[in-house]
């Protein structure tokens, strides 16, 4: 059984940094997709960030403007989310997703979701 869990979520000021980390189980990830989404309150799951298996593909939504940075360690099968000059309305659950793909619309479609953790940005 696939496993994501997800850690390094907290409650933070405007202007501070937070790395997250996704811990994958229960299979090998080689060669597959992982990214992040997020979740405000009243709000459509998003996309975030993906990366490619050797981590010559990397995808960033638009919002993020250079904040956000994804890597993974392929050894460990962990993968993170280094986020910085957070913003009050980075305020979400975070999730990590493994696997899939990016549909025709190039939107990315995983097929493995984490439980999320919070991450809450005060002004």
């Known amino acids: 059984q696939v496993q994501l869990v997800e850690s390094g979520g907290g409650l933070v000021q405007a202007g501070d940094s937070l790395r997250l980390s996704c811990a994958a189980s229960g299979r090998t990830f080689s060669g597959y997709l992982m990214g992040w989404f997020r979740q405000a309150p009243g709000k459509e799951r998003e996309f975030v960030a993906a990366?490619?298996?050797?981590?010559?593909?990397?995808e960033y939504a638009d919002f993020e403007k250079g904040r956000f940075t994804i890597s993974r360690d392929n050894a460990k099968n962990i993968l993170y989310l280094q986020m910085n000059n957070l913003k009050p309305e980075d305020t979400a659950v975070y999730y990590c997703?493994?696997?899939?793909?990016?549909?025709?619309?190039?939107?990315?479609?995983?097929?493995?979701w984490g439980q999320g953790t919070q991450v809450t940005v005060s002004s």
């Open positions: 990366m490619s298996w050797s981590g010559t593909m990397t």
């Open positions: 997703a493994a696997d899939g793909e990016f549909d025709s619309s190039h939107y990315y479609r995983p097929a493995y």
